[in-house]
C-alpha cells in the first residue's frame, strides 16, 4: 500500500528510540547517541559559574527522555531552570577526514552545546531541531577519536516563552500537564565532507506532473554537479535529472514524470516516490548522496473550497497533543507514533491537529505512509502577559524565528495540508497595534514567503489578525447538538460563528468583544469542537465534580449510549454543511486530567470507537459534487 519505511544501519536494541530520525532525508552513516547521560539539575542556573563544563556531573539519565518523565529514570515534575548533560562520544575512525555534525531534535528551551570545553552551538526554542558543527574530529593513530559533548538547557518558568501546554503552576490542572525540560529528542551524529548537501525542499507539481527540488549546499566547487533520480514504490526509475553545483548556493531542478507513471498521494492511496539525490566533484567521484521521499499532491482554493489533488476531500481531523503517560513530550517508542495514527484511522478520522507541539519527524514520516492529513502548528501558548485588556498577550519575535525552522525542516513532508503558527490567540481589537497583530502577521507572511504551496490559518480559533489569511475558523464546544448545528450555520451568508461568542451566549462574559478582523469569505471549518467528558468509570456522576481528577467540556454524559448520540450530533451537525470543508474533533487521547478523548491516556478503549467510525463515514456534504455549483450567470462572469 504506502511505501516502505526508510531504514538504516542497524542500532543496538539497548538505545532508547533507535531509529533513523530523519526518514525524509537519510545518509548511511550515522551514530545514535540516545542512553546513558551524566546529568545534573541546576536550580540556581550557576552551573557554568561553578565549572559544570569542565566537570564529571553525579546523576544519570536516559536520553531522549526528560528528567520529569518516568522513562528518564528520573521523573522530577519539579521545576527546573537549567540542567546539564554530558557525555564521551566515541567518533569512527572510518569517519575520519569527515565533519562530523551533531543533531538534536528538540532541547527545551534554550541550549548551548560544547565539545571538548568549546562551545559549538546555541539555540532558543523548545520544538525544533538544531545542529553543532564539531568540524574534524581526530583519532590517535587512525582508531576511534573521542570527544566530550556537555549540553546545558535552560527552561524559564515565568515570562513569554513558547511552552505548547506546559503548566506554569507546580500542578496539572485544566489542559494544562506536566513540564518538559532539556532534551527530549534523538541526540545523534552523521559524517560530511566540507562541501556538502543540506536539505532540500522537494515541492510536488500535481498539474505539469513534477517535482521541484531545491538543492541548498555548503558551498560551491568548480567542476561540481547535482544529479537526482525519482523511483517508484516498486524500485523502477522514473525521472533523473542533473544540474551545475558549482554557480548557484541552492541549485534547482525539475523532475518530470512521465504521464503513465504519475500517481497522487491521497488518503485512499498514500504513494510515495524514493527521490536519491548525489552530490558529484569534477571527475565524477560521489562527494554526498541522500535518499529522501516525495509525494505528488496538490492542495487548492477555490471560493470557500479547500481541495486536494482538485477535489474536495472532507478533512475529518482530531485534535492530537501528543503526550505520553511515561515520556510525556516524547514517544516511548515508535510503534507508539505509528499507533496513535492508526488508533485515529480507526475512530474513523482521515487527519489531525498536531497541536500545540512541533511532532518530532518520525510521526510525520508515518503520516506520509499511512495517508493521514495534518496541519502543522507551533506550541504558541505561554505569549501571555497576565494582563486582562489591551495588550494582554506579548508574543516575541523568536515565535517568528522558531516556527520558521519548523517550516523549513517539515516542508517536503506531503501529509501537511497547512500550517498554522498560532493558536488562541486573545486580544480585543481595537485602535493601536500591538505585539500580537505584529507577530501574528510576521509569521503568517513568513510562512506565506517560506511556503507557496500551502494555505496558512493566521490562528487557529479566536484572535484573526491577518486579513487576508487563508483559512477561516472558530473554535465552540457547545455541546447541545442542536444548539451546536444553530451556531455553526451561516456560512451560506458570508456570517458564519466568530470568537469570542458572536451568537450570543450569556454564559460568555466577553460577547460583545471584537478579537477578529472580518470574515472575508475563506474556507471555513470549526477546528476545535466537542471534548464530551467522558470517562466510563466516572458515569453517573459517581465521581462528582472535581475537575483537578477529571477534567472536559460541559456536563458529562451519564452513559456511553449519551455519549455516542452527542457525538454523531455535533459532527453530523458540520458533515451537514456543504460549506464547510472539514472539522477538528477534540481530542484523540485523553491527557492526564483531561479526561475528553475518545481513547484513555493510554491509548486503551473506553468506548466502541466503531460507532465513531460510522458516525463519521458518512458521507459529508462538502464533497458532494452539486454543493458548489454555481449560477450560470456567476460562471460567465
Known amino acids: 500500500m504506502a511505501h516502505p519505511d526508510i531504514t538504516s544501519p542497524e542500532v543496538s536494541n539497548d538505545v532508547p528510540r533507535p531509529e533513523y530520525p530523519r526518514p525524509s532525508f537519510v545518509r548511511e552513516d550515522w551514530l545514535n547517541l540516545n542512553g546513558t547521560w551524566q546529568f545534573a539539575f541546576d536550580p540556581g542556573d550557576s552551573g557554568l559559574e561553578r565549572g559544570l563544563v569542565h566537570r564529571e556531573l553525579d546523576g544519570r539519565i536516559l536520553v531522549p527522555f526528560c528528567p520529569e518523565s518516568e522513562l528518564s529514570g528520573i521523573g522530577d515534575t519539579d521545576f527546573h531552570p537549567a540542567v546539564w548533560y554530558r557525555r564521551t562520544v566515541r567518533i569512527p ?14 532541547v527545551d528551551h534554550d541550549a548551548t552545546v560544547w565539545a571538548d570545553g568549546r562551545e559549538v552551538a546555541r539555540h532558543s526554542g523548545g520544538f525544533t531541531s538544531f545542529t553543532a558543527d564539531l568540524g574534524v574530529v581526530a583519532g590517535a593513530a587512525g582508531g576511534d577519536a573521542e570527544v566530550v559533548i556537555v549540553v546545558r538547557a535552560r527552561d524559564a518558568r515565568h515570562g513569554t516563552q513558547a511552552r505548547g501546554k506546559q503548566a506554569t503552576d507546580y500542578a496539572n490542572s485544566d489542559c494544562h500537564y506536566t513540564r518538559t525540560t532539556g532534551i527530549w529528542q534523538t541526540v545523534w551524529a552523521e559524517p560530511v565532507r566540507e562541501v556538502h548537501l543540506r536539505r532540500p525542499r522537494i515541492t510536488p507539481d500535481l498539474a505539469s506532473g513534477a517535482f521541484h527540488l531545491e538543492l541548498p549546499l555548503s558551498a560551491n566547487r568548480p567542476g561540481h554537479r547535482i544529479t537526482a533520480r525519482v523511483s517508484d514504490a516498486d524500485g523502477r526509475t522514473v525521472a533523473e535529472a542533473s544540474v551545475r553545483a558549482d554557480l548557484d548556493l541552492a541549485p534547482r531542478m525539475v523532475l518530470a514524470l512521465p504521464e503513465d507513471r504519475r500517481r497522487p498521494w491521497s488518503p485512499e492511496d498514500p504513494h510515495l516516490y524514493r527521490v536519491r539525490i548525489e552530490l558529484l566533484d569534477g571527475g565524477g567521484e560521489t562527494v554526498d548522496r541522500a535518499e529522501c521521499t516525495a509525494g505528488l499532491r496538490s492542495v487548492a482554493i477555490d471560493g470557500k473550497r479547500l481541495l486536494l489533488n482538485g477535489r474536495p476531500v472532507f478533512q475529518r481531523l482530531v485534535l492530537d497533543q501528543g503526550w505520553y ?4 513530550m516524547t514517544a516511548p517508542d515508535d510503534d507508539a507514533l505509528v499507533r496513535d495514527i492508526e488508533l485515529s484511522l480507526a475512530a474513523g478520522f482521515n487527519g489531525a491537529r498536531l497541536h500545540q507541539k512541533v511532532f518530532e519527524e518520525r510521526f510525520l514520516h508515518h ?10 502548528e507551533f506550541g504558541d501558548w505561554g505569549a501571555s502577559t497576565g494582563r486582562t485588556t489591551g495588550d494582554n498577550q506579548q508574543p516575541t519575535a523568536g515565535f517568528i524565528a522558531q516556527w520558521l525552522e519548523a517550516v523549513e525542516r517539515d516542508y517536503s513532508h506531503p501529509s501537511i495540508v497547512g500550517w498554522c503558527p498560532l ?11 500591538t505585539v500580537l497583530d505584529d507577530v501574528t502577521r510576521g509569521m503568517f507572511l513568513a510562512t506565506k514567503a ?9 490562528a487557529s480559533g479566536y484572535s484573526h489578525r491577518v486579513a487576508e489569511t487563508d483559512v477561516y475558523d472558530s473554535h465552540s464546544y457547545e455541546q447541545d447538538p442542536e444548539a451546536f448545528r444553530r451556531q455553526m450555520a451561516g456560512l451560506d451568508k458570508d456570517d458564519p460563528y466568530l470568537n469570542p461568542d458572536s451568537r450570543g451566549n450569556p454564559g460568555r462574559k466577553d460577547t460583545d468583544a471584537v478579537w477578529s478582523l472580518p470574515y472575508r469569505g475563506q474556507p471555513y471549518f470549526c477546528s476545535e469542537f466537542g471534548g464530551i467528558w467522558w470517562n466510563p468509570e466516572e458515569a453517573d456522576g459517581a465521581a462528582g465534580d472535581d475537575r483537578e481528577v477529571s477534567w472536559g467540556y460541559g456536563q458529562r454524559p451519564r452513559t456511553e449510549e449519551e455519549f455516542q448520540a452527542r457525538f454523531a450530533g455535533l459532527t453530523g451537525a458540520l458533515l451537514d454543511d456543504p460549506l464547510m470543508f472539514g472539522y477538528c474533533y477534540t481530542q484523540l487521547t485523553d491527557v492526564f486530567q483531561e479526561q475528553n478523548g475518545v481513547y484513555r491516556f493510554d491509548r486503551s478503549h473506553k468506548l466502541d470507537v466503531e460507532r465513531l467510525r460510522a458516525a463519521q463515514q458518512r458521507p459529508a456534504a462538502f464533497e458532494r459534487p452539486a454543493a458548489f455549483e454555481r449560477p450560470a450567470a456567476e460562471e460567465g462572469r
Open 423 to 433: 493558536n488562541e490567540t486573545h486580544q480585543e481589537l481595537h485602535d493601536r497595534q
Open 367 to 376: 503520516a506520509d505512509r499511512l495517508g493521514y492529513l495534518v496541519w502543522g
Open 450 to 458: 517560506a511556503d507557496t504551496s500551502r494555505p496558512v490559518l493566521d
Open 93 to 106: 575512525a572510518d569517519w575520519a577526514g569527515r565533519r562530523v555534525l551533531l543533531h538534536f531534535g528538540a
Open 325 to 328: 503517560p511515561d515520556g510525556l
